[in-house]
C-alpha cells in the first residue's frame, strides 16, 4: 500500500466508528498509552499536530534513569518508579536501552557534591532498581579517575563514583512504541490536529489532516490530553505547567571522548558529556521558557553556558561553538509550580481526570512512559466498566512483559546508533513508519541530523529516495528540502 492510501485508511479508520480511547499527541506518553490501550484490546486512535515525536521526545538527553540528582533531593519514591521502568525496558526493548556507566568525579571546596554522600547514593540506587541496575556501582580514587578519563581537570579532585543508566534514542523509542501500538490495532495519524471538542454521551472531536486541509471528525467514549508542552492549551484541558527549556550540543569524539559518561556540575546543577559512538554529546540547561512551543531554539548564551561548564572539566579541549555538528533545544513539560528554580521543580506526573470520559496525563519523564500509560488505562478501565456496563471486561496490562517488537522489524531501522543512510531504509521510514518530510526522517526516525556533520548532503538523498515513494514532482521536492532548511532542523 502507498504511504498516501495508508493515511486515507488511517483517516478512514478514524473517523468510522466510536473508539475506546482517543489519544492527542503523539510523544512518548502518547505512543505508551496507546500501546497499553491497543495490547488490552480497547479501539484507540491518536494523532500529532506535526510528526511523531516531534516535541519533547525527540529533544531530550536520551537517558532512562532513576535519577542521582532526584536522589539527592530526597524523592525516592520517584527514584524507586523510574529505576525499576528503566530495567523494565532494557528487558523489553534492549535495542533502545543500552547499559551506560557514569562517572561522577568529585572536587575539595564542592559542598554540593561530596565524595562520601555519593558513595552512599550509588550503593542506595543499586537497591532502589530492586538489586537489578544495569551495572554495578563502584568508586575510585583520584589516580584511577585521571587513568580512566584523561584530560578531566585534576585540580582539587578527590575521586569520583562509577554507577550505571540506560543510553536510549527518544524518537525512535516513540516510534516503536508506535509501531507496536499499530501492530495490537491502534490507528495512528501525523500531522492531525485537534482543534475542538464536544460531549454528548461520548466525545465528539473536531481535528484537521494538515496535510490534505481536510477537516475530520472523531467519536470516542474517552479522550487522552498527552500534549506535553501543548497540553496547557488544548480545549478542556485543566493542566497547568511550567515550561523549561534544555539544550544539548553534539561534537566529534576527535574532540573529547570520554570513555564513560561524565558527570559534570555546575553548583546543584548537573550536566553530562555522553558518549554516543562516535559522537560526545553535551547538556544541558534548564530556564524558564515563554516563547513559540512550535519553534524553539538554542540561543548563543544556552550554547556557551554548556560549553563555559565543559572547557572547565576538559581544560585542554577547549572547544568552541564553531565545533558543534548540531544543537537541539525541547522544553520539559513540569507540572506548575511558581517557586523555586527549574532544576528543583518535581519531575513526577500527574493523572486527571477533570470531566467525565477526559483525562490529561502530563509531565513524569520519557523513562517513566511505560508506567504512566498503565495507570493511565487502568484508570480509564475502571471508568468504562462503570459507565459502560455491558462493555466487554479490559484486559490486565502486559506492557511490561511483552518485547517492544520482534528483533527483525527493528534490525538496521532502529535502534540507538543512527542506521547506514541507504534507499531501503528510507524507503521502509516512508512505508511503514509514517514519514510524509524530509525533516521526519533525518532528525527522528534515523537521527542523521544530529550526528552526521554532512546532513545537508545527506537530505538531498533522502528527497531523491522519498520523492518516487510519495510521488513528489520537482516542485515539492525542492519545496521539501527548503522546509528541511527552514526548520534549521532542531534549533
Ligand atoms: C532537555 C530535556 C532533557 C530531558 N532528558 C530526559 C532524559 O534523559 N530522560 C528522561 O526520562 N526524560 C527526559 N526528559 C523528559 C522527557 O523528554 C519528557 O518528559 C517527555 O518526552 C514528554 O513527552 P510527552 O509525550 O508528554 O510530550 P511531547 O513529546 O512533547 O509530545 C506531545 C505531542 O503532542 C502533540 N500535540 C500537541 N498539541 C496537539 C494537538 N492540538 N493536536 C494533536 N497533537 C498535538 C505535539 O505535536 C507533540 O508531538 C527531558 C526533557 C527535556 C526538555
Not at 520537482?474 to 522546509?483: D, G, H, M, N, S
Request: glycine share 8%.
Amino acid at each position: 500500500m502507498t504511504p498516501t492510501r495508508q493515511r486515507e485508511t488511517a483517516r478512514q479508520r478514524l473517523t468510522d466508528g466510536p473508539l475506546d480511547v482517543f489519544i492527542i499527541g503523539g510523544g512518548i506518553v502518547g505512543a505508551g498509552v496507546a500501546r497499553d490501550a491497543a495490547m488490552r484490546g480497547l479501539r484507540v486512535g491518536l494523532v500529532d499536530q506535526h510528526d511523531f515525536a516531534f516535541g519533547t521526545s525527540s529533544r531530550s538527553t536520551r537517558l532512562l534513569h532513576g535519577g542521582l540528582r532526584y536522589l539527592a533531593q530526597g524523592r525516592l519514591g520517584l527514584v524507586h518508579e523510574a529505576s525499576v521502568e528503566k530495567t523494565i525496558l532494557h528487558r523489553i526493548a534492549p535495542h533502545l536501552a543500552e547499559p551506560l556507566p557514569f562517572l561522577f568525579p568529585t572536587y575539595r571546596g564542592n559542598r554540593h557534591w561530596v565524595l562520601w554522600q555519593l558513595k552512599i547514593g550509588v550503593k542506595l540506587y543499586d537497591i532502589l532498581c530492586q538489586g537489578r541496575n544495569l551495572g554495578r556501582s563502584t568508586w575510585l580514587d583520584s589516580r584511577e579517575v585521571l587513568e580512566r578519563v584523561p584530560g578531566l581537570s585534576a585540580t582539587n579532585l578527590t575521586g569520583a563514583v562509577r554507577y550505571f543508566d540506560g543510553l536510549t534514542n527518544d524518537a525512535r523509542l516513540v516510534l516503536d512504541t508506535l509501531r507496536s501500538a499499530e501492530r495490537s490495532g491502534a490507528v495512528l495519524l501525523n500531522y492531525a490536529k485537534f482543534h475542538a471538542a464536544a460531549r454528548s454521551g461520548g466525545w465528539t472531536c473536531e481535528l484537521e489532516d494538515r496535510v490534505t486541509g481536510n477537516a475530520l471528525r472523531v467519536r470516542s467514549r474517552t479522550v487522552v490530553n498527552a500534549a506535553g508542552p501543548w497540553a496547557e492549551q488544548v480545549p478542556h484541558s485543566r493542566v497547568k505547567l511550567r515550561l523549561t527549556k534544555g539544550i544539548h550540543l553534539v561534537v566529534d569524539r576527535a574532540r573529547l571522548a570520554p570513555p564513560d559518561s561524565v558527570v559534570m556540575t555546575e553548583g546543584k546543577r548537573i550536566l553530562f558529556a555522553i558518549p554516543w559512538r562516535e559522537r560526545t554529546v553535551l547538556g544541558t540547561t534548564d530556564t524558564d521558557y515563554a516563547g513559540s512551543l512550535d519553534h524553539v531554539t538554542a540561543e548563543a548564551a544556552d550554547v556557551d553556558y554548556v560549553l563555559q561548564v565543559v572547557n572547565r572539566f576538559f581544560p585542554a579541549a577547549c572547544l568552541r561553538p564553531a565545533e558543534v555538528i548540531s544543537v537541539w533545544a525541547g522544553l520539559r513539560p513540569l507540572i506548575a509550580s511558581p517557586r523555586g528554580k527549574p532544576s528543583d521543580i518535581s519531575r513526577s506526573h500527574q493523572i486527571r481526570n477533570p470531566e467525565p470520559g477526559w483525562w490529561d496525563v502530563a509531565g513524569g519523564k520519557l523513562t517513566t512512559y511505560r508506567r504512566m500509560a498503565e495507570q493511565t488505562i487502568d484508570a480509564i478501565a475502571r471508568w468504562l466498566s462503570r459507565n459502560y456496563p455491558r462493555a466487554p471486561q479490559v484486559a490486565p496490562c502486559r506492557t511490561a512483559g511483552q518485547p517492544l517488537l520482534p528483533a527483525a522489524e527493528t534490525a538496521g531501522v532502529s535502534g540507538i546508533e543512527p542506521p547506514p543512510c541507504t534507499r531501503d531504509v528510507v524507503e521502509h521510514y516512508c512505508a511503514r513508519e509514517w514519514a510524509v518530510h524530509v525533516e521526519d526522517v533525518m532528525v527522528r526516525r534515523a537521527s542523521w541530523q544530529q550526528y552526521c556533520p554532512d546532513a545537508r548532503q545527506r537530505a538531498e538523498r533522502v528527497a531523491d529516495w522519498m520523492g518516487p515513494r510519495l510521488r513528489w514532482t520537482p516542485e515539492i521536492r525542492a519545496a521539501e528540502l527548503q522546509r528541511y532548511r527552514n526548520a534549521g532542523a532542531l534549533g
